[in-house]
């Protein structure tokens, strides 16, 4: 009997995969795609705290489950694109058991991924059978090998906040490296096998942001999303101050859309300056045989995350 | 590895050993006994499971064992031992069918009303609030109308006090997690069996070596299950099986069997099927593939994988031909054609495909998850050898069957023959992949379809070629379904069975039926379109049957038909339609079902082998009998779903409520008639006092089988005119499956709007409004539920619904609920249904079945909605954000 360990030195020893909530890892281990026994992170010390600085920002703790994310108010008011992009993901269930390491780290939808009778490259395989089988959920920045679009919604949100996150005995790391570009088909994170992400380390809260978070499915609820987006914005009266602009279903990791960022900032927030902004969205695209759909699905995104974004009156407040 | 976890389940605590693999649900389920905790989808979609961890609402198949350590647990269980509000409301708004889901949602809305009370004391949350709240809850069933209800009526306080009554007979078991399915059984001394799969879509096995399995610790049987050909024809076909102490050491057993198999070509897909040179699925003269209706399939030829054509429901199709191609040559634009395309859609009750199998001697009982107990045991009692007396099979309550479940499946038989080679009970349940990959599956198809339509008089000829695709099944009818709703001088049936090696397609709820629906409802659609008539005035202009032209009046006066826009005319972001489409069903019933109708200890009873999948049979046989005394269902005890009660029908076809309604009025009435001689000898009164006499009456049981329709003048035998086919489909019917045709149709007119969001391609079905003609209804609250299931799963199947393939493994990828979609309670239309009841006063009770007519035209009506709204035709499904898309931009 090895006990779950109590200190992160402990857990750092230990062979096996990490299990925070286990939402992910279960799915995995019933389906036989898993590649260890679980190392529990449940009793290492203060993973589930949010801590604030005097600057303003949060520090959130890997552990902390989605659903206080956002449900918690401080943060919810700090950064409502994180907090909208929490509310929206999954499921309450999943969402109260889930964490926000875990939903950073977790392993992506891909179906040939998750089939225990099928090899890809994420599974130490030689090539991606689902770049020349069924991707209908593919990726349409085609960006490298593996043609998955990346799972993690928070991520995407954490990109859109310039976040970084902190590693057990290394230096906290901008999220964007956490991904990487894409070309690097084996892997959903760049963190190695004895490496745990302890931290969210989030910047100072900005004011009057306003935020929104959407995304394309089919059906209404509970759905993993064809496309998503997460939009910042701050207003200098009509005038778009400042714009961060975040998808997420579209690409091997969550992608910064920095061309759209500058043609929203410092213009007046018309249609047409949202529209051209939307449209640019699918600049360096590059669809797959079943998924050129997607490229018009993350134009109509951005578009309704950005129209919501403008509509936002602050937290608790319901924006549509 | 495993440690100790100290945990309060329902406020009892306990020391268990877990091993650190496990989750939370195998724990309540397997080692507490607390099996009012389901295990669905084994991902966290489904809700199933959903338990209360310190009192918030988690998804037990997800929750690590180990993560229970200190933490306090509430099942199903744990809300009692009085009946909590939403429980009540429940069982009074008939929020659940086959029950296999409720307890998960009772969790989560006990959780919701207790927080929501707190927070807003009784205001009335919006549906809107409820679905958010239950997003995490899946129903196959489609359940959602009553559940909606049931919450919001709870939070207001509606349900703090009162009784527990309600339409559903035994609901009171679902809710508090009592009711006991086929997987929840546990024997002393039961091992846990699994199957060992082909990974090759064809191939010869050469050999099985079960030794290196039989030699694991832990380990009761291992056991072959392959037929005497020694091929598999699709991934997944069944090879072995071994039972063991427990499923993960079954599942490493099953690792070290060694299997030498010989690969042969495959054919995935029809496509591939038809190509030159194509494997064959089957070959020489003794083809016997599965069938995917509901009976034996028609005679017909083969040409290498197409079976067909199968045409004897043609009239005149020389001359239809000839119509259509003249047509077609002057360019007629009433001349409406096109090539429609369905997907497969899976069943996936929620209660997978399990049986637990216990030897008692030469005895064997059976708990099973079937819609046929007494088929079902002939089955196990043949395929055996043994005497039928010695099988016992029940069936108490069936999580959901759909059609899925109507005969001896490989679990059942895997259970028996590890239990009889293990000396031990067994239990072999589907896991969800399984479920979905294999379990069953409504057949795709492709339907080329030509309509001639007229100004003023009926339709004038109908070209049908139906080419369908169930795998390694053949049974495609739909062409042959388009015979019987608009009568035309000339009709070309021709229905082609394209098999291929995809695992069998089985009857899916109106086998064929809404497929032809997809295409022939969307083609008088399109009619009416090029007419400029309203689609309803077409139809009443060409459908006889007296019931759908009552519906048709219905619909035309439905302010819901009335503010329909006007079609193509909308240029919006958000653009709305509503749509229009009819269906036709048969009657049938089933030969040689008796009902026993008695007294016993001074309860009146009904007993016979039905059994319910959620469809409410057993309130119909209360409500039923009860009549007859004047007294409340509840004053009656039945008994189902065993095989030992005297023969029921299957729960498929549209036939249970058909057949069992009348012998229960016939052995009602024989005992209503004893007990009035009985009552004539103790005192002589007028007026009688059922309940009294009942309870004072001595044991008495009356016997009836089915007595016959009465003559039927001015109703249509179904087949008439069909000449020679119909004839013989008729006997062929009677004498290979038993069952009986009946005079009349089934009709029924869906409408659905929809609110189509053409910037992100997303279809929301609004509001709908179900007409259903299966004349009078025995227990209306649950007829009703039904038709709410039967519009959601027609939602599922126009919108979401495809299985996802990869066609050059012949793998099913979409293995699970998260990659299958079947509707949410998000998703759910506001739902009319309105009930026509007459046109069955042939029928003792004068009504007939209806699961089956509840869902058929729904897609297609859903279909007539988006053309409506957006002037773009769907003729693929399901409609999909990308298929919409790109329909639009055209």
């Not at chain 2, 995917?292 to 199968?310: C, F, L, M, T």
Request: proline share 6%; net charge negative; charged share 25%.
């Amino acid at each position: 009997m090895t006990p779950a360990p109590s200190t992160i030195e402990e857990a750092r020893q230990a062979s096996g995969e990490y299990r925070a909530g286990g939402t992910d890892f279960q799915q995995r281990l019933r389906s036989g795609v898993s590649s260890g026994p679980p190392i529990d992170l449940g009793r290492l010390p203060d993973l589930d705290r949010v801590e604030w600085n005097e600057r303003g920002a949060a520090r959130i703790g890997a552990m902390v489950p989605i659903a206080t994310l956002a449900s918690d108010t401080r943060l919810a008011t700090a950064y409502p694109g994180l907090a909208q992009a929490a509310g929206a993901l999954a499921t309450p269930q999943i969402r109260a058991a889930g964490t926000l390491g875990g939903n950073l780290l977790q392993r992506n939808r891909c179906w040939y991924y998750r089939h225990p009778a099928l090899s890809c490259l994420k599974k130490g395989g030689e090539d991606c059978p689902a770049r020349s089988g069924n991707h209908l959920l593919g990726v349409c920045f085609d960006l490298g090998p593996c043609v998955a679009p990346h799972p993690s919604t928070l991520g995407m949100a954490l990109l859109a906040y310039g976040a970084e996150v902190g590693v057990a005995a290394g230096a906290d790391l901008p999220v964007a490296g956490l991904y990487g570009d894409g070309t690097d088909g084996r892997h959903d994170h760049q963190l190695g096998e004895h490496e745990i992400l302890t931290a969210v380390q989030m910047p100072p809260a900005l004011e009057h942001e306003r935020a929104a978070y959407s995304r394309a499915t089919s059906r209404a609820l509970a759905e993993w999303p064809l496309v998503e987006a997460v939009v910042r914005l701050i207003m200098s009266g009509e005038t778009i101050e400042f714009a961060a602009v975040a998808v997420g279903g579209v690409a091997p990791v969550p992608l910064r859309l920095e061309q759209v960022e500058q043609a929203l900032t410092g213009r007046p927030a018309s249609g047409e300056v949202l529209a051209r902004a939307a449209s640019l969205s699918t600049s360096g695209a590059s669809s797959l045989p079943m998924t050129r759909y997607k490229l018009e699905l993350l134009s109509g995104t951005l578009c309704e995350t950005l129209e919501r974004a403008l509509r936002w009156r602050g937290a608790g407040r319901d924006s549509r | 590895m495993s440690e100790t976890v100290r945990v309060s389940v329902n406020g009892e605590p306990h020391e268990i050993e877990v091993r650190k693999e496990e989750s939370a649900v195998e724990v309540l389920r397997d080692r507490l006994g607390l099996t009012g905790t389901k295990l669905v989808c084994g991902e966290g979609v489904c809700g199933a499971c959903t338990v209360l961890l310190d009192g918030v609402p988690v998804t037990s198949c997800l929750l690590p064992a180990t993560a229970l350590e200190g933490r306090a647990l509430t099942t199903v269980e744990g809300l009692g031992p009085d009946l909590h509000p939403v429980q009540r409301a429940f069982i009074a708004h008939d929020a659940l069918q086959c029950g296999y889901c409720t307890p998960g949602f009772l969790v989560e809305a006990v959780a919701f009303h207790d927080r929501w009370r707190r927070q807003h004391g009784t205001d009335e949350p919006t549906r809107e609030d409820v679905a958010q709240a239950l997003a995490g809850h899946l129903c196959r069933c489609g359940a959602y109308v009553g559940i909606l209800a049931a919450v919001r009526d709870a939070c207001a306080g509606r349900f703090d006090s009162g009784d527990s009554s309600g339409p559903r007979l035994e609901a009171r078991e679902k809710v508090t997690g009592e009711a006991v399915y086929a997987a929840d059984v546990r024997h002393e001394g039961q091992l846990e069996g699994v199957i060992l799969r082909s990974p090759h879509p064809h191939a010869r096995v050469i050999f099985v070596d079960l030794e290196p399995a039989r030699a694991l610790a832990g380990i009761g049987a291992a056991i072959e299950l392959l037929g005497k050909e020694r091929v598999v024809r699709y991934v997944g076909q069944e090879v072995a099986a071994v039972a063991a102490t427990d499923r993960h050491t079954a599942e490493r057993a099953l690792a070290l069997v060694k299997v030498r198999y010989e690969p042969l070509p495959a054919s995935i897909g029809a496509g591939a099927a038809q190509r030159e040179g194509a494997a064959a699925v089957y070959s020489g003269f003794r083809r016997r593939p599965p069938s995917s209706g509901e009976g034996p399939p028609a005679p017909a030829r083969w040409h290498g994988n197409v079976r067909g054509p199968v045409g004897a429901f043609s009239h005149r199709a020389r001359r239809a031909r000839r119509l259509v191609a003249e047509a077609r040559e002057r360019g007629d634009p009433l001349l409406v054609e096109g090539t429609w395309r369905t997907a497969a859609q899976v069943h996936t009750a929620f209660e997978p495909h399990a049986c637990t199998a216990r030897w008692d001697g030469e005895r064997l009982h059976v708990h099973g998850s079937t819609q046929a107990v007494g088929r079902v045991a002939k089955q196990i009692a043949e395929h055996f050898e043994m005497e039928d007396e010695l099988v016992h099979l029940v069936a108490e309550h069936v999580g959901g069957g759909f059609g899925a479940k109507q005969n001896l499946s490989p679990e059942t038989v895997a259970a028996i023959e590890l239990a009889r080679a293990a000396r031990a009970p067994v239990r072999v349940a589907l896991d969800r992949g399984e479920e979905i990959s294999l379990a069953g599956y409504r057949p795709s198809a492709e339907i080329e379809l030509a309509l001639l339509a007229s100004h003023s008089d009926g339709l004038r000829a109908l070209q049908v070629r139906a080419y369908g695709d169930a795998g390694v099944s053949v049974g495609s009818s739909i062409a042959a379904l388009c015979r019987m709703v608009y009568p035309a001088p000339a009709k070309d049936l021709q229905d082609f069975d394209i098999v291929n090696h995809m695992p069998p397609g089985l009857p899916f709820r109106g086998p064929n039926a809404p497929l032809a629906c997809w295409a022939l409802e969307q083609a008088v659609d399109e009619a009416a379109h090029r007419l400029g008539e309203d689609p309803i005035a077409l139809r009443r202009r060409w459908d006889p049957l007296p019931q759908r032209q009552r519906l048709y009046a219905w619909v035309q006066s439905h302010p819901l038909w009335h503010d329909r826009p006007r079609s193509g005319s909308q240029q919006g972001r958000f653009r709305r339609g509503v749509g229009v489409a009819a269906a036709n069903w048969l009657y049938l019933y089933q030969l040689g079902c008796e009902v026993e109708v008695g007294v016993e200890h001074g309860r009146l009873f009904v007993a016979t082998g039905v059994q319910d999948i959620g469809t409410g049979i057993r309130s119909v046989l209360a409500s039923t009998a009860a009549d007859v005394f004047d007294l409340e269902p509840a004053a009656v005890e039945v008994r189902i779903g065993d095989s030992r009660l005297v023969s029921g029908p299957a729960s498929g076809g549209s036939m249970a409520t058909a057949t069992l309604v009348p012998i229960t009025l016939a052995a009602a009435t024989e005992v209503r008639r004893r007990l009035v001689a009985h009552m004539a000898e103790a005192k002589a009164s007028d007026n009688v006092d059922w309940a009294e006499l009942i309870a004072s009456a001595p044991d008495l049981t009356a016997r009836a089988d089915r007595p016959d329709d009465d003559a039927a003048p001015g109703v249509g035998r179904p087949l008439a005119g069909t000449g020679l086919a119909g004839r013989l489909t008729e006997r062929m019917v009677r004498r290979r499956s038993k069952v009986g045709i009946g005079h009349g149709y089934t009709g029924a007119v869906h409408v659905s709007e929809v609110e189509v969001d053409t910037l992100l391609g997303r279809i929301r079905v609004l509001r709908a409004a179900a007409g259903i003609g299966a004349g009078r209804v025995a227990a209306p609250e649950l007829a009703r539920s039904q038709a709410y299931g039967g519009v959601i799963q027609g939602v599922g199947y126009a919108l979401y619904e495809q299985r996802q393939d990869d066609s050059r493994r012949g793998i099913v990828l979409s293995a699970g609920l998260e990659d299958y979609r079947i509707p949410g309670i998000g998703d759910t239309p506001e739902i009319e249904v309105h009930f026509d009841e007459e046109g069955f006063e042939h029928v003792p009770g004068r009504g007939v079945g209806l699961g089956e007519i509840s869902t058929m035209a729904v897609a297609a009506s859903i279909g007539n909605a988006v053309h409506n709204a957006t002037g773009w035709r769907p003729y693929e499904l399901p409609i999909r954000p990308d298929r919409l898309l790109e329909g639009i931009r055209a």
